[in-house]
């Protein structure tokens, strides 16, 4: 299954993207994008992998630069009450994956596709444990509305994270699965933000140049009620670096000592 080509995307003249007005680490973002050390540790997506996309959403919200959030619905078959990127399944016919990311945030969140400017996708990951090929579509919120939930049976909330509480290193640290996956995350808006979603804004983060030292020694048991750990979990879902790259980006590996403290996945 071969994916979409990563990249800036084209502009509606066919030209290149409109990067006027985006802020610096913005454009530092979109001229990586093509090239961002991401890639899932189990290797090739199967014949039957769902295509998939996700909706990166930065924007300038009252606390600052920002990023869009969702909490996954509590009673949700897979990914429930995780924090996430606004995204899903593509629909046949449609525009894959800028469409499919546009449509979903809307459903999801309430954002309305023509207030987005799309700049760029990701490459493709393949998420086993799900069974999905997705790409993430990074996107500029030129007229942010208020966030609203859309389908309760799906979504808890929505939230705007300010950049600046993502890259605190107060905020970060890594969290430990009982599948035995340890990755990073994201202790911000009373959510902790984990897995493939924390892998990707780790990534994201580092190539927008924002990152900021943290302790990575800081592994933390990730609170999962040992009926939620299926046969899926046990895989280690993770999105991991290519060789070579710095650490803590999901990379599966063994725990370095450090403090023990669990965490709530709410």
Known sequence: MTGPEAGPVTGPDGGPVDLTGLPAYLQRLVASAGSLPLRHRRGDATGSARRSAVLILFGQGPAGPDVLLIEKAALLRRHAGQPAFPGGGHDEGEDYPVATALREAHEEAGVEPASVRVLATLPELFLGPSDNMVVPVVGWWDDPREVTVGDPREVARVARVPLADLVDPANRFRVRHPSGYVGPAFGVADM???????????????????????????????????????????????????????????????????????????
């Open 192 to 266: 902790v933000v984990w897995g493939f979603t924390a892998g990707v804004l780790d990534a994201v983060l580092e190539a927008c140049g924002l990152t900021r030292p943290w302790d990575e020694r800081d592994v933390r048991p990730l609170d999962v009620p040992p009926e939620a750990v299926g046969p899926a979990d046990r895989e280690a879902p993770a999105v991991v670096e290519a060789d070579g790259n710095r650490g803590g980006s999901g990379v599966f590996r063994p725990v370095e000592p450090g403090p023990a403290r669990t965490v709530d996945r709410r």
